[in-house]
């Protein structure tokens, strides 16, 4: 939970509706500690759940974990198994949470490529949370935003060739909302942890205009004073979207 010195820093009016995470940095926690990986991925689920408070009590509308990428499956089979384990606990123990707290959970990425017993459990998830609208949490699971985008192009192929839409009715808009974030606003803001500055193929297509927060934190290390310090970069940064800053009137 955030204190209230720290909820009084920020200027609730000017909250990113969509905050996307790659919550990176796990392994690294646990080397430095000598610990064996999985524990670092373990300390990480825990920093997921402080997170995800922290977002509600601020009323955030819409937060995105970048959990597992579809090239994380090229990691050693124990890790693999260790994640899914993880993730099935995580899981259980959070769905209480998300229908207490008007949570709805959601999952972009290939969820079939997912052993079974966790896509029921999401399958579970997302029914026993369907009707909350107090915040949409979304695990990227098995994603990848390449394979998405040349999935929303088969997708709408299909259309085109059922004679549902024509070729010249395809446009920024219908693509979008082809893709598997269609019913989400795009990320106002993306946070990365660990000091890896780069995107590892998360919502290629969505960050188009997204606000950047890199950190050195590692994610098992990432509290609610790290997020309020990406939230305040976040505020006092001017979104231009391509107009100068006079017609924004707000330049000097
Ligand atoms: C992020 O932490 C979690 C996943 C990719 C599943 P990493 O496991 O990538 O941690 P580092 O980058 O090796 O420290
Ligand atoms: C990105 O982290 C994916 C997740 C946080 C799940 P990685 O650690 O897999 O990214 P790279 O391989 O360093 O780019
Ligand atoms: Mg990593």
Redesign the pocket.
Known sequence: MLTPAQLSRIDPAHLPRHIAV???GNGRWAKRRRLPRVMGHRAGAKAVEELVSNCRQLEIEALTL????S??WNRPQIEIEALMALLDEHLVKEIDRMERENIRFNTIGCIQALPELVQEKIASAKDRTRKNNGMVLTLALSYGAREEIVEAARRLALRVQAREVRVEEINEQLFAGSLDTADLPDPDLLIRTSG?L?I?NFLLWQVAYTEFYFTDVLWPDFGGQHLLDALLSYQQRQRRFGFTPEQLDCGD
Do not use: H, K
């Open positions: 790659i919550t990176d970048y959990s597992f990428s090239e994380n890896e780069r590892s």
